[in-house]
């Protein structure tokens, strides 16, 4: 007989690379959290914190985002030199992973990109 695997959590890493709408400014990268984080978890928002780093190495300074809702964590970091952008969705919640990437597509577009998933049982 079959045991049914309980999945724990689903998470999502996305690479994009140069990206054309993307603005390092605190209110533009934590309407990217927020606009995440209610498709995944709507009217959870907990908490959203931008913060500069990377100061030490020009490529790899930027602004890094953590945003909480209550079943998911969004984190990402946001490179100034280059326009890359590395965001990861940490959800125990269900959600649908192309809808979560078409959502940071439109509102970064990025010149390519690249897509993991990670299901933790």
């Known amino acids: 007989m079959k045991t049914e695997k309980i999945i724990w959590s689903l998470d999502l890493m996305l690479n994009f690379h140069n990206c054309k709408k993307l603005q390092l400014e605190e209110s533009f990268l ?5 606009t995440l984080g209610e ?4 009217k959870s928002e907990i908490v959203g914190v931008v913060s500069e780093f990377g100061k030490h190495d020009e490529n790899m300074s930027g602004f890094r985002l953590v945003h909480e809702t209550q079943n998911c964590l969004i984190t990402g970091h946001f490179l100034s030199n280059n326009k890359n952008c590395f965001i990861n969705i940490h959800s125990c919640r269900g959600y649908r992973p192309s809808e979560a990437m078409d959502l940071a597509i439109k509102e970064l577009d990025p010149e390519n990109y690249s897509c993991q998933k990670v299901f933790r049982e």
Do not use: E, H, L, T
């Open 39 to 42: 498709k995944i978890d709507p």
């Open 30 to 34: 934590k309407k990217i959290g927020q």
